[in-house]
């Protein structure tokens, strides 16, 4: 049985892909003459034009490349050859690319089959809107192949692709929610790795993750922050971005020095499961995961505009929590939303120890340390702390 659902996927899929490949259309003046040329069906003088272009950098070149090498156009078939170009082209953004390698992962062609490594260049090709990828991914998630069985997650991904293909919805359809039975609803989410695409000034971050079955009403939360360098000590908010999906892309600009995470929350249950924060390479490699040492805790110190006391006070804090191991943020408030008294925020048992000792060292107005008020379960994530700071030494 999973042997037919492989092939489903994969013949179906890479037909169609690579049939649209080799559709020719008009041409622009400004079309490269590799491409040309394979619009044209002239393979055997594409061959060595494409060769240069995909050595100037063209991710489409890689791709025609991938094509003709898996066809046997203009020379006999090559599998190797043609999942290189396939991984080059996907490394460089083609979603086209990318949900080739996916399929050829998935079937096996011309190499060991590996339905995780499937799974998440499918899931860059489906957070892009690649029909065929989220079909294909759904299909994944539903038989648990690569990833764990999740048919709420794979009815997601199927419906999304029902918008263009109506096998999606037909399959949606016929999944059987006691499949998901049994599994632990408080388990983090399990990170894939991260594939950054595109120019400096333009970058979109792939994001993809997998997750066991949880209770209804469940999503996830992209975190993205900057992680402290002997050059930048603190830590700052960079993305949090609440999704129901496993795959996500998003534009990264400005710092390099950035980690990132994916929590699982379900309001109705009150879980909230956060994966280990991994270091976010913004380089173009698809490596797995960095694994960085983690942060004793979260902390964000907020100060009013102009508080001279509260901004050397939050200075001297940040400092002596950044030695302990913290993620220190300092940052303004908005003077619309400057409290008058200072307090502290924490999120849940684990922060109120190190939340009390913070409390202990803050001065009030009146003298006296400052308590932990409000006790908001609402105001951060688990582990975290948020301080309001107002006033502090001359």
Do not use: C
Not at 80 to 107: C, E, I, K, P, T
Not at 131 to 154: F, S
Request: without cysteine.
């Amino acid at each position: 049985m999973r042997q037919a659902g492989i092939r489903e996927r994969a013949s179906a899929a890479l037909s169609i892909a690579l049939a649209a490949a080799i559709v020719a259309s008009p041409l622009a003046a400004q079309t490269p003459p590799g491409e040309a040329a394979f619009a044209a069906r002239d393979f055997i003088r594409a061959a060595p034009l494409l060769r240069r272009e995909a050595a100037a950098g063209s991710a489409q070149a890689m791709l025609h490349l991938g094509t003709m090498a898996d066809l046997g156009l203009g020379a006999a078939q090559d599998a190797a050859a043609a999942f290189r170009w396939y991984l080059a082209a996907a490394g460089a953004g083609n979603v086209d690319a990318q949900f080739n390698v996916a399929v050829m992962l998935d079937a096996g062609a011309g190499r060991t089959r590996e339905p995780r490594a499937a799974a998440t260049w499918y899931a860059r090709a489906a957070a892009q809107g690649h029909t065929r990828a989220q079909y294909n991914l759904g299909l994944l998630l539903a038989a648990g192949d690569g990833v764990p069985r999740n048919t709420r997650l794979a009815r997601l991904w199927l419906n999304r692709a029902a918008q263009l293909l109506p096998a999606a919805a037909e399959r949606a359809a016929r999944l059987q929610p006691p499949a998901d039975a049994g599994a632990d609803p408080a388990a983090a989410p399990e990170l894939a790795s991260v594939l950054v695409v595109g120019p400096a000034d333009a970058r979109l971050g792939l994001f993809s993750w997998a997750a066991a079955p949880g209770a209804p009403g469940e999503r996830f939360v992209l975190e993205i922050v900057t992680r402290p360098t002997a050059a930048h000590p603190r830590s700052r908010d960079v993305a949090r971005i609440d999704t129901p999906a496993t795959a996500i892309t998003v534009p990264l600009a400005g710092p390099n020095d950035l980690a990132w995470r994916v929590r699982r929350t379900n309001r109705r249950t009150g879980s909230d499961a956060a994966s280990a924060w991994q270091a976010l390479d913004l380089g173009p490699a698809a490596a797995a995961p960095t694994a960085l040492a983690q942060p004793t805790a979260r902390v964000t110190l907020r100060h009013a505009p102009g508080d001279a006391g509260a901004i050397r006070l939050a200075g001297r804090l940040a400092d002596a929590l950044a030695e302990e191991g913290a993620w220190v943020d300092v940052r303004q408030a908005a003077a619309q939303n400057a409290t008058k008294r200072t307090q502290v925020h924490f999120a849940d048992a684990t922060a109120a120890p190190l939340a009390r000792r913070i409390a202990a060292s803050l001065p009030g107005p009146d003298g006296l340390s400052a308590l932990p008020a409000p006790f908001d379960t609402a105001a951060s994530a688990p582990g975290e702390i948020s301080v309001d700071i107002v006033g502090g030494p001359n």
